[in-house]
C-alpha cells in the first residue's frame, strides 16, 4: 500500500505543481510566450516546496488511514466515502484559516490524489506507464530551466546605459539623487559662493554591465575642481544591482 500511495502522491503533487506554475504566468503567454516558458521550473520549484511535503507527509498518512478504515465496506460505498473523505481532509486547510484558494487548491490536489490511486489498485499493468507519464512534469520543468539562462541573457542585454544612469540615481534623499538621470544633461547649482555643475555618465563594460560616473564640478574666482564617484550597474536575471566602485579627484570643499 505505502508503495502505491507515493507512486500516487508523486504523480498528483507533480501535476498539481505544473498547472498551479502554468496558472501564475498565463497572462504573460500571449506577450512574451519565451519568457513564459522559461520561468515556469522557478514557480515549479517555489510550489514544490510547499505541496510535496504537505502531500507525502500528511496526504499519504491520511489516504492510508481513510483505506484501513474502510477497507471492509462494500466497494462501491467505500470508493465514495474514501473520495469524499479525501477531499474534505484536502480542503481542511481552508476550512480552519477561512482560505478560499488553499480550499480549493487543497481538495483538488487530493481529488487528484485519491483517482490516480484507485488507477493504480485497479490497473496493475498500467503502473509502468503511469509512473513515466508522472515523470513528464519534471522532463518539463528540465525543458523550462533549459530555457531560462538564454532567455534571460537576451533580456539583461536590453538592459541599456540610460536605464542604469537612471538606476543608480534613483534613491531619493542620498548623494546621488543629485545628479540627472540622463545623459548629456547638466544640473547647475550654487553652494557656498561655488558654482557646482552636476552630470552622469556611463561607460558600457559587457552585456547589462555599466560603469556609472557621477561628476561634480565647482569653481569660484581662482580656484575650482572636480570629484567623479564610480558606480558598477549591472542587470542580471531580471534583477538590478549597485555597486560603489571608488572614486577620485578633489575633495568637496562645500556641504551638498
Known amino acids: 500500500m505505502l508503495q502505491r500511495k507515493v507512486l500516487s502522491a508523486f504523480f498528483s503533487s507533480s501535476y498539481f505543481v505544473l498547472f498551479l506554475s502554468f496558472l501564475d ?9 519565451f519568457g513564459y516558458l522559461a520561468n515556469i521550473w522557478l514557480g515549479m520549484f517555489i510550489y514544490s516546496l510547499y505541496t510535496f511535503a504537505i502531500v ?15 477497507n471492509k465496506a462494500n466497494v462501491k460505498i467505500m470508493r465514495l466515502f474514501s473520495g469524499v473523505l479525501h477531499i474534505l481532509f484536502g480542503a481542511i486547510g481552508g476550512l480552519v484559516f477561512m482560505n478560499v484558494r488553499t480550499l480549493v487548491f487543497g481538495g483538488a490536489v487530493s481529488l487528484l490524489f485519491f483517482i490516480v ?9 498500467a503502473r509502468k506507464t503511469l509512473v513515466i507519464v508522472s515523470l513528464l512534469p519534471l522532463c518539463f520543468a528540465l525543458f523550462s530551466f533549459i530555457l531560462y539562462h538564454p532567455y534571460w541573457k537576451q533580456e539583461d542585454a536590453k ?34 559662493d561655488y558654482v557646482v555643475t552636476r552630470s552622469t555618465d ?9 560603469r556609472v560616473k557621477l561628476i561634480e564640478k565647482w ?32 575633495t568637496i570643499p562645500y556641504k551638498y
Not at 575642481?225 to 579627484?249: H, P
Request: glycine share 12%.
Open 25 to 33: 504566468g498565463y497572462n504573460e503567454l500571449q506577450n512574451d510566450t
Open 56 to 70: 507525502f507527509i500528511y496526504g499519504i498518512g491520511v489516504s492510508m488511514l481513510i483505506e484501513s478504515l474502510l
Open 117 to 125: 490511486d484507485e488507477m493504480y489498485k485497479k490497473f496493475l499493468q
Open 159 to 192: 538592459f541599456t546605459a540610460n536605464q542604469a544612469a537612471q538606476f543608480a540615481v534613483s534613491s531619493k534623499g542620498t548623494y546621488n539623487s543629485l545628479f540627472p538621470d540622463e545623459l548629456n544633461k547638466v544640473i547647475e547649482t550654487i553652494k557656498e
Open 202 to 210: 556611463v561607460e558600457k563594460i559587457g552585456s547589462g554591465d555599466y
Open 219 to 250: 569653481h569660484k574666482t581662482g580656484t575650482s575642481g572636480e570629484r567623479i564617484t564610480y558606480y558598477r550597474v549591472q542587470r542580471k536575471e531580471g534583477g538590478t544591482s549597485l555597486n560603489a566602485a571608488g572614486s577620485s579627484g578633489d
